[in-house]
Structures are given as structure tokens and as C-alpha cells.
């Protein structure tokens, strides 16, 4: 990856509204490249989505998230893959990542409320036949996700004009 | 004791003149400055929706390790006073740093002081040096505290304008026209506060030539050194027989985001150093440990990268803020250096101050009128770009909006 394409990143990392001519100017760079080298990267899906942190607990639809630790066995030939994709093809799961250490697989599941939640562990991911064992772990507040404080108050405490 | 005799006279000055009759007449001959006014008009108006684009400093809080330094410091009970000139650790570090990116080599023991914050570092220069009556050079539009506290050690500002056509440096011609046989001192800030003019070496070469024919001082007011953007910094002490005739000033304020902790260092030759260190001594002791602590992480421990990120980042904006002027038909120069952009609103036939005042009430957005920076800053307003993509954005659509009202 080139160092323009990673500024680029940088600054669509930040706020992904930021339009393209917006881009070129603060890089310094022509709109029409750095147009290109997004679309090339949507492309080759180095950028998959533009999409919202929302801090949820704001929200009055309230939801659940659980983190869960899967033990399962390996199978022959293609490792963890295929049970990544059976786990990770049901809507309710968030995330699915391959761990080193204790467990193998860590899957983030979110429901509308403590009982689907449960229920999907039991009936769905337990029942998965190369799982050994589940143990769910319920998140209680977020305090950061993909970098973002979500309760830092971004209040600018200078004062307005200063040497 | 006041003697009884003497009871009546001091009520009588009292009651004649009120305080005024006791203050030393230089220092109250001294203006409050412009910025003051400003800051006045702005805090009085009350409005949240203001965007301002009138402070000088970072919109980065300092760096988490750096914090994190000094916090665990402060666990460990580190309270107390340090050795005057500085913790040795962190002149050492001062020494390596600016000898590593500037390729200036001062001896920490005896041609560093850590002071609280450059202004400190500019004061002390300026007491240690002023007699009665010197005159001390400044290219303006300047950094406003220059004349005030050139004033307050009895000396003589002489501001030299400096001109848009210029991209407002110094140039050889005019410094000569200026010095006379009671210049002793000349002030350089670049990259400058506030136009953001900085000077290359083949141009200061010229300027150095006549500070070596006609004896002067350098004070070189650095703070905003790391702040260049197209071409490294060059330290006027870098240039062939300066660094004995320079002082150079600099701090963490800017590059480190900083400002509060009010952290700044001064290196020069160790005759001036050593008279300098007694008025610190003697005035502030030692710079706070709190601060010498956030300093040294901010030198030695991945401090740097931070800076680095922070100042691609004004980079970006900077950019975004110059199209931003020419895109709306103001005359703006690229500032190289700083965070600040300066461009003339002299189109608009508004003077500065009547335009940074209707641009306040009528547009809510602050910005300094470049009249109070001294000569050749009428006509022009200082923008601060350190704040967000977003703020910058909207203030420029509401000066653009407010430019076609005009028209
Ligand atoms: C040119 C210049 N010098 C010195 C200072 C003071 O910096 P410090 O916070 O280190 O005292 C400033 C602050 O605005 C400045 O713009």
C-alpha cells in the first residue's frame, strides 16, 4: 500500500464524509487521484464499507451484546475455516475472530434482549457439531470501540482568541 | 513602620491621583494589547455558536504518554524544586534533540536553561542584554509581545513592516534602514506568529551578514520550528559565526501541544546564559518539575511521533484553509510555517478591525485583526487553522457568505 493511499485511509478513517475534492485539497493532491485510489481500494475491498459508530446506549432500542469463547475441533484440511463461515453467516453475530490461547474462535453476538441472546447460543452455535464448548460473556457498557472514546467530550476548553 | 510624619503625604497621592499615582510609569505606559481588546469583544458577546479561529495554540490536547508521565511522576512524589537551570536529564535531551533536528550543538550544562515557557526564555534575554535606551529590532507584523516586554526592560522596540509581496520576510535592504548606532538587538520569529512566514538559509545568510557588520544580538524566537512545512527549519544559529551572537528561544507549547504546562528553553553563549540563569534564579527559581517531567517524555519516548502525526495533521488543514481564502477571492500567501494563515481582506474595503468585528457579530466567527501585530498588519486577520475539519469547514462557508453579503 502506497504512503497516498494510507492518507487517504487516515482521513476516511476519521470522518468518511469527507469528500473527495476535500481530500485532494488537504493532501495537497489532485481530485481526480485521489478519487481514483478510493474507488481503486473499494475495489479491491480495502475499504469495505462506510459506516456509523453509534453509541448505542444513547439509543432507546436497546440491544445486548455478548462476547463468547468457542472451543471447537478442527477439520481436517480446511482448519477453522468452514466453522468460521457457519458461525459467521448468521445475522446476530458481529464479529468472528481466530484466537490464540485458551479457545478458539471469539464470536460477538448481538440481541434484542439477554434471552435471545441465550437462546442463539444454545440452540445454534452449541449445536454446531465440531463445537466443544461455549462460555458467553455479556458486555455491560462500552467505553471504546475502533478507537473512539465514546464518552470523551470533545467540549474545546480554549480560550477564543489568544497571542 | 510608615512615621507618622510621613502618614499624610502618602493618603494625599492616594486620594490626588488614586493607584495610578504609585504605578512605575513604564509599566503603565504599557498598551494592553490588541488580542486583549479582542478577546474582550468576543467573551462579551456570549454567543456558544461562535467558531474561533482567533487562538494560538493547538486544539490537541498533549499526548496521553506524555500526561501519563507526568502523572505517574507525581504518584512517585516528584514535588519538589529542581536545580535552577533544569533537571540535567532534560537539558541533555534539549541538547540532543535540537542538535538531531536543527544540527545545533549546545553544551547542557552551561548554554541551556529550561524557563517557564519561551516567553520566560525572551524576557530573561532581553533583561540580561537591555540597557537604557537600546533600540531592538522587530519585523512586524509581529508576535505582539515583543515591543511590550522590550518596553518593560527599557529598551526601544523598532518595529521594520515587513510585506505580502515578500511573503512577509525580512529582507537585507530593509533591516539596514532600520539599525542605527543604538541597535543592539534583533528579534527573529520564523516560522512567524502571525503570518506564517518562514526563511530559508540562502536568505537569511544576507541578514546574518549585517547583524555580524553591525554587532547585534540575535534573539531567534523558534517555538514554532517544527511547524515548517515544505522544507526542514533552519536555525538562525546554524548559520556560519551566529550561534555566539544568538539566542535562541524555543518551548513545547506549540510543537507538543503544550501550552499550559508552560515549558520553554533558551541556549546561547554561556557568558549570557549564566546572567540570564541568575535572573531566573532569582525571579522563578526553576521551571516546575511537573512540567521538566512532561518535557523529557515529550524528548525522549515516542513523544516525537506524536508531534509528527499532530503536525501532518495542521499540514492537511493548513492546505485546506489557504484554498479555502483564494477559493472565495481573498488574497492569501502560502504560510509555510506555524498555524496560521494570513490573508488581506483589503478587497472588501472593510478595514481589519472593522472586518474581524462584523465578521464576529454578523458571521460568529473570531479572528484577530492583523492591525495588532504592528506595522504592515492593517488590511489582514489572523486565522488559527488548529481546530477541526468540521469547525474549519463551516467557518469557511460562513466567511465566504459573509464576503458575498458585502459585495
Ligand atoms: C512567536 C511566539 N513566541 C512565544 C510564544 C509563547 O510561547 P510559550 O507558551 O512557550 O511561552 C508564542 C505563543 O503564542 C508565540 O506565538
Known amino acids: ?36 485510489a478510493i474507488a481503486e481500494m473499494e475495489q479491491d475491498h480495502v475499504i469495505v464499507k462506510y459506516a456509523t459508530i453509534v453509541n448505542w446506549s444513547k439509543v432507546d432500542d436497546e440491544k445486548v451484546t455478548a462476547l463468547i469463547e468457542v472451543e471447537c475441533t478442527p477439520e481436517r484440511g480446511r482448519g477453522f475455516e468452514s466453522i468460521a463461515e457457519r458461525v459467521y453467516l448468521y445475522p446476530e453475530v458481529k464479529s468472528v475472530y481466530l484466537m490464540s490461547g485458551a479457545y478458539d474462535l471469539l464470536v460477538e453476538i448481538e440481541g434484542k434482549n439477554l434471552k435471545e441472546v ?46 | 513602620m510608615i512615621k507618622d510624619e510621613q502618614k499624610p503625604q502618602i493618603q494625599d497621592r492616594a486620594r490626588s491621583g488614586g493607584m495610578n499615582e504609585y504605578l512605575a510609569s513604564h509599566a503603565r505606559a ?55 537551570a533544569g533537571m540535567p536529564e532534560l537539558r541533555e535531551a534539549i541538547g540532543q534533540y535540537l542538535d538531531n533536528q536543527f544540527h545545533v550543538s549546545y553544551d547542557p550544562a552551561k548554554e541551556i536553561i529550561v524557563t517557564v515557557g519561551g516567553s520566560e526564555g525572551i524576557d530573561l534575554a532581553l533583561r540580561a542584554l537591555i540597557e537604557p535606551g537600546d533600540e531592538i529590532l522587530v519585523p512586524e507584523p509581529s508576535y505582539i509581545s515583543y515591543s511590550p516586554i522590550t518596553a518593560l526592560s527599557g529598551g526601544v522596540a523598532v518595529g521594520i513592516e515587513t510585506f505580502a509581496k515578500d511573503q512577509f520576510k525580512l529582507t537585507a535592504e530593509s533591516l539596514k534602514a532600520a539599525i542605527t548606532p543604538k541597535s543592539k538587538i534583533l528579534i527573529l520569529c520564523y516560522p512567524s506568529n502571525p503570518t506564517g512566514a518562514v526563511m530559508t538559509y540562502d536568505e537569511m ?20 520550528a517544527e511547524l515548517s512545512f515544505n522544507a526542514k527549519h533552519v536555525s538562525f544559529a546554524s548559520l556560519p559565526g551566529m550561534k555566539d551572537r544568538t539566542i535562541l528561544v524555543s518551548g513545547f507549547s506549540k510543537a507538543f501541544a503544550m501550552t499550559g504546562w508552560r515549558m520553554g528553553y533558551a541556549c546561547g553563549h554561556p557568558d549570557l546564559i549564566s546572567v540570564m540563569l541568575k535572573i531566573h534564579q532569582y525571579t522563578v527559581m526553576c521551571a516546575p518539575i511537573m512540567g521538566q517531567v512532561a518535557a523529557l517524555e515529550a524528548l525522549t519516548k515516542g513523544g516525537l511521533e506524536e508531534k509528527d502525526r499532530m503536525v501532518e495533521s495542521y499540514n492537511q488543514r493548513r492546505r485546506l484553509v489557504v484554498q479555502g481564502f483564494r477559493d472565495m477571492g481573498l488574497e492569501c500567501h502560502e ?22 468585528e462584523r465578521l464576529l457579530l454578523e458571521a460568529k466567527v473570531a479572528a484577530v485583526p492583523g492591525h495588532v501585530f504592528g506595522k504592515g498588519g492593517e488590511g489582514f486577520l489572523r486565522c488559527c487553522y488548529a481546530t477541526s475539519v468540521t469547525q474549519l469547514t463551516e467557518a469557511m462557508e460562513r466567511i465566504n457568505l459573509f464576503i458575498r453579503k458585502l459585495e
Open chain 2, 335 to 356: 504560510p509555510q510555517g506555524a498555524f496560521y494563515a494570513f490573508p488581506s481582506v483589503q478587497s472588501t474595503g472593510l478595514t481589519s478591525e472593522q472586518f474581524a
Open chain 1, 1 to 36: 500500500m502506497n504512503e497516498f493511499k494510507l492518507s487517504i485511509l487516515d482521513l476516511l478513517k476519521e470522518d468518511a464524509r469527507l469528500t473527495a475534492t476535500t481530500i485532494a485539497t488537504m493532501l495537497g493532491a489532485e481530485q481526480e487521484d485521489v478519487s481514483a
Open chain 1, 118 to 163: 441465550a437462546s442463539f447460543v444454545s440452540n445454534k452455535l452449541s449445536t454446531i457439531e465440531s463445537v466443544i464448548s461455549t462460555k458467553s460473556f455479556f458486555i455491560l457498557k462500552k467505553y471504546k470501540q475502533d478507537g473512539i472514546i465514546f464518552e470523551e467530550f470533545e467540549d474545546d476548553h480554549r480560550l477564543l482568541v489568544s497571542p
Open chain 2, 205 to 224: 545568510l544576507p541578514i546574518a551578514k549585517l547583524v555580524e557588520e553591525n554587532d547585534l544580538i540575535v534573539i531567534s524566537d523558534e517555538i514554532y
Open chain 2, 30 to 84: 504599557i498598551q494592553p494589547s490588541g488580542i486583549r481588546r479582542f478577546f474582550d469583544l468576543v467573551s462579551a458577546s456570549k454567543d456558544k455558536d461562535i467558531i474561533t479561529l482567533g487562538v494560538g495554540e493547538p486544539d490537541f490536547v498533549t499526548p496521553w504518554r506524555i500526561r501519563d508521565a507526568a502523572v505517574y511522576s507525581l504518584e512517585k512524589g516528584k514535588t519538589q524544586y529542581t536545580s535552577n
